[in-house]
């Protein structure tokens, strides 16, 4: 395999799957710094961002969706979102995850259920039904 075929292929998996609110995007992983650390966000590709500081992002005038999911958006429940559980949220539309609570210096663990969210990528469902 050549070195042409070898990127083609690396970008291919570099899409995690279909945006679930627009028609023709593919959510794609994009490398962001965000207060000096490096994070990852998966946003449809479809959905052009522009940023003057760095620190916020608005949507440019080209795009046509907004939906994107920070890499860290779970992260003061002590959880980092991967590729395997973008995908898996992308085709199931929920996905079960481990987030931790510190509460009075004791760290708890429990499982909750997240679901796309189109406003805020993702949302996690605190009742259980």
């Known amino acids: ?32 710094e965000v207060r000096g650390k490096k994070v990852k966000l998966y946003a449809c590709s ?11 992002f608005e949507l440019t005038p080209e795009a046509t969706c907004n939906f994107r999911i ?19 949220l992308l085709a199931d539309g929920e996905l079960e995850v481990e987030l931790i609570s510190k509460k009075y210096g004791k760290k708890i663990t429990y499982t909750k259920f997240i679901i796309l969210d189109k406003e805020y990528g993702v949302s996690v469902l605190w009742s259980d039904f």
Request: aromatic content about 16%; hydrophobic content about 35%; glycine content about 6%.
């Open 1 to 32: 395999m050549n070195w042409y075929n070898l990127k083609v292929l690396w970008r291919l998996c570099m899409y995690l799957g279909k945006c679930p609110y627009c028609e023709d995007g593919m959510i794609e992983v994009r490398n962001k």
């Open 46 to 56: 479809n959905a052009h961002w522009m940023s003057e500081d760095g620190e916020m």
């Open 70 to 88: 920070w890499q860290n958006t779970l992260a003061r429940y002590g959880k980092w979102l991967t590729y395997k559980e973008v995908r898996t």
